[in-house]
């Protein structure tokens, strides 16, 4: 029992494991806490870098233009013959290179250029095409048996019931003891066309551009490029595209361009070393652009203008003049 005039000797305080459990609560809150900030920061970094990364790409333009606008004086007069021995397209060492197309077809060839090693060797190519409204799918297989008949232009018996119109693509299977080869496909048809190379236009009809792609940017789709047109009096915003590139890549030796008014296509070329059969414009390559300008071209010193819309990055507009004379072909300025 305590005396009158004694103090309590009774203190409470933190033990040495106490003072460490709430240290160690402390430090754990703080390290979650930084843990928190610096994750934000982060991603505020992170979706500020993409913002910026978009926009650049979306101001830039995925395209430019390869030399120069050619204009064609070309006279709209549609009409239709027949032929023989009409290219259609053919393959070299697993590219395809499309050519022209025809409305009908009574008969269909094919030619082969083939170096081998030894005997026995083959290659063997897919070729998908037009036959009317339908699309169809054969093989040509050329081996060191058969090979004799089509050094000159044989006749294929897989195209016997359904001849080719209009290749839309040639594809490489398989080879074996083969270092190269071309395949060549041709028909016996009827062929149409809208604007004749050989009758002159008072007005400028037709247009052709070369587009490569701008330094550093990636390969690009064409299948995904829109193009509009615009004069003094005409605005459309979206030119029917039209899968007519074999036939606008020769239009300059055929003299005949089977295209509608407000209609557009590509023809992607290259050198042996770079191109190859897809759609995407790549590296040295350049995508021939043609396009038939709408409600029957456009006269003398009128201003027009094209405009290039990729997928992705910024429209490239192109700006010319007709000049005042119209000929057959022009270089536009």
Request: glycine share 10%.
């Amino acid at each position: 029992m305590r005396g009158k005039g004694e103090v309590s000797r009774k203190r409470k305080g933190f033990t040495g494991l106490e003072a460490a459990i709430v240290l160690t609560a402390f430090v754990v809150v703080a390290a979650v806490f930084s843990y928190v900030v610096l994750n934000a920061g982060f991603f505020t970094t992170q979706k500020s870098k993409e913002v910026v990364h978009t926009g650049v790409e979306q101001a830039t333009s995925s395209v430019e233009l390869a030399g120069d606008v050619v204009g064609y004086g070309w006279k709209k007069s549609p009409g239709n013959d027949s032929g023989n021995g009409i290219m259609l397209g053919f393959i070299e060492d697993g590219i395809f290179y499309d050519s022209f197309s025809l409305t009908s077809a009574s008969g269909t060839e094919v030619k082969a250029v083939v170096n081998n090693e030894s005997a026995p060797w083959w290659v063997n190519v897919s070729v998908t095409y037009k036959n009317g409204t339908g699309i169809y799918t054969a093989y040509i297989n050329i081996t060191n048996g058969n090979y004799t008949t089509f050094e000159n232009w044989g006749s294929a018996s897989c195209f016997f019931s359904y001849p080719p119109t209009d290749i839309i693509n040639m594809e490489e299977v398989n080879r074996t003891n083969v270092t190269s080869y071309e395949i060549y496909v041709r028909s016996n048809g009827t062929y149409e066309w809208q604007y004749d190379g050989t009758q002159k236009s008072d007005k400028l009809t037709i247009v052709k551009f070369y587009l490569q792609l701008t330094a550093g940017e990636h390969p690009m789709d064409m299948d995904g490029i829109t193009l509009s047109y615009a004069d003094s009096d005409t605005y459309v915003g979206s030119l029917e595209y039209v899968d007519k590139g074999g036939d606008a890549h020769g239009m300059g030796d055929r003299k005949k361009l089977p295209m509608q008014e407000g209609e557009w296509t590509y023809y992607i070329i290259g050198s042996e070393e770079y191109r190859d059969s897809d759609n995407l414009l790549e590296l040295g390559e350049k995508a021939e652009v043609t396009l038939v300008v709408p409600e029957g071209g456009v006269g003398s010193n009128e201003e027009f203008q094209v405009e290039v819309k990729p997928a992705s990055g910024a429209t490239l507009t192109i700006k010319r003049k007709v000049p005042p004379a119209i000929d057959y072909v022009m270089n536009l300025h």
